[in-house]
């Protein structure tokens, strides 16, 4: 069971925002939605929730073709970035609502309510109003309600992408550990790909309204199909005219088989790290290589030292620019 996305196309006027995407989003998995700003994630995460319709394709949800069903009898729970919450009803209220609508018995809503509080760790503030909870409290509230009415699905819209850095962080940590406990296919929309790397089993790489590659983080990241997703998920640097992710270019001081001659034209220390840039003999830019602070002392190298580029022995990804 999952949710199978098939031939799914959709136009805003003579725009196409998505074209024909197939796709098999496996159930009880983290799956990332990632791509630029305008590649057609938040659409295709809509048409998903019923909250757009597609022009053509089907969308089927656990085995229900769900293309012509209202979002609301979908089975999912969804969050957005602004999440709009009742302001006037405490966290516990809050994450009562769905179950309340539905006429549980109070027993039961107050005993869920708990587990959930629980779960994303807010039972001390149950009685607060969400205006006195932090950005990152009122998401994982947002979550909690989300979860409420059990729904076969979670959909996330940039949860977290209002936040500063660090909560971000500490909430796509908390997610994963979330997701492990809970195990709800989940499906969340990212345009930041160290989130989509840490937090997703899948991830999916769209771009102008198509897919570019869809994989494990680490199939994505050792292996892209293209110079796009290679790009789009990690540094990249060009050395005698191929792509290649700076981790993967050595520095010596002596020539050896397959070195690039250059020369040291910057280097700069970057808290533990030590940026050393080189201009190789090659045609090309530049290349930043990123050392530990320690590799970089024994080297002994300064601004205007000759030195050698060594594309990393194992070969790692190269794709030819
Ligand atoms: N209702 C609409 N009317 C017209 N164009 C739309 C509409 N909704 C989305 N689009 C366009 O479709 C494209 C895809 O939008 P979408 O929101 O799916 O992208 P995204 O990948 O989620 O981007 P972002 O990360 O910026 O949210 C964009 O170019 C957007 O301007």
New binding site residues.
Partial sequence: MSIEIAGVGKH?GD?V?LDDINLTIPSGQLTALL?P???????LLRIIAGLESADSGTVTIEGVDATGLPPQRRNVGFVFQHYAVFKHMTVAKNVAFGLEIRKRPKQEVRRRVDELLDLVHLRQFADRLPSQLSGGQRQRMALARALAVEPKVLLLDEPFGALDAKVRKELREWLRRLHDEVHVTTVF?T?DQEEALEVADTIVV?NEGRIEQIGSPDELYDAPANHFVMSFLGEVSTLDGRLIRPHDIAIHTVPGPGTIPGVLVRSQRVGFEVRLTVRPVTPGPDVTVPLTKTFADTLGVREGSQVWLEPSAAGAPLVAS
């Fill in positions: 805003f725009f925002a791509g700003s305008g590649g057609g994630k938040s659409t929309v345009h769209l």
